[in-house]
């Protein structure tokens, strides 16, 4: 079955630890995308990567880090620089051009105690 | 700045009911249109979409919604909701400003059906 997959469903992290959030997918999509969820504000844009090796900020892209080592992954690391990282995280693909449908991953939810 | 807003946060209704949900956007020129639903425990996933031609455009499990330019509106509907509509449902915006054109959420209007 084609799709995108992440990991782990929950995440728990003692705060000032970085922790990397992995989403793959198998849709051989040029595009990928991480969205941070949080009741009441929708889905807001982290960081996007258009192809292999390249990645833009987001709109929220402050205290996270990503890479984009390979078409079928785009780990993201949430640092200890990120004043409010418990979230609930979504990672997308597309065909790339931005202009077409998103394909969602499950979501990781993180809590940092 | 480019913003989505949906009217309503919570809504609660009795299945049968007619269901609407507002989404209006802020942006004057070319935009393309999205219905995404996140059922409880569920991926998000794409509801309906619009990019161009006729403004009313359906959708999975007999949604529609109905791009108004004039009034930069993009609303949902059903006729008649079952109580597995029970979900969160979130407009979406891709407006063509040149350069990378990025999607755009409203907050999200979380939906229960009651038997």
């Known amino acids: 079955d084609g799709g995108i997959t992440q990991s782990p469903k929950y995440l728990f992290r003692k705060e000032g630890q970085n922790v990397t959030l992995s989403c793959e997918q198998n849709?051989?999509?040029?595009?990928m995308y991480w969205y941070r969820q949080d009741p009441g504000q929708g889905l807001r844009l982290i960081y996007y990567?258009?192809?292999?090796?390249?990645?833009q900020k987001g709109d929220i892209a402050e205290g996270y880090s990503v890479s984009r080592e390979k078409k079928e992954s785009f780990p993201l690391t949430v640092t200890s620089a990120q004043k409010n990282p418990t979230a609930f995280y979504l990672c997308?693909?597309?065909?790339?051009?931005?202009?077409?449908?998103?394909?969602f991953g499950p979501g990781t939810r993180l809590t940092v105690l | 700045a480019q913003s989505v807003s949906q009217h309503n946060h919570h809504v609660i209704l009795s299945e049968a009911a007619s269901l609407e949900l507002g989404c209006n956007y802020s942006?004057?020129?070319?935009?393309?249109l999205f219905w995404y639903v996140q059922y409880p425990g569920q991926h998000l996933q794409l509801l309906l979409k619009?990019?161009?031609?006729?403004?009313l455009v359906k959708g999975i499990k007999g949604f529609e919604a109905e791009f108004i330019k004039s009034k930069f509106s993009f609303n949902l509907r059903k006729p008649s909701v079952q109580w597995s509509d029970t979900a969160e449902y979130f407009c979406?915006?891709?407006?063509?400003?040149?350069?990378?054109?990025?999607?755009?959420f409203g907050a999200g209007t979380r939906l229960a059906v009651h038997p």
């Open positions: 997308a693909s597309n065909e790339g051009g931005a202009s077409g449908e998103q394909f």
């Open positions: 849709l051989n999509h040029d595009a």
């Open positions: 990567s258009q192809i292999v090796n390249d990645f």
């Open positions: 942006y004057g020129g070319t935009v393309n």
């Open positions: 619009y990019f161009s031609g006729d403004p």
């Open positions: 979406a915006v891709i407006p063509f400003s040149g350069g990378y054109n990025k999607l755009i």
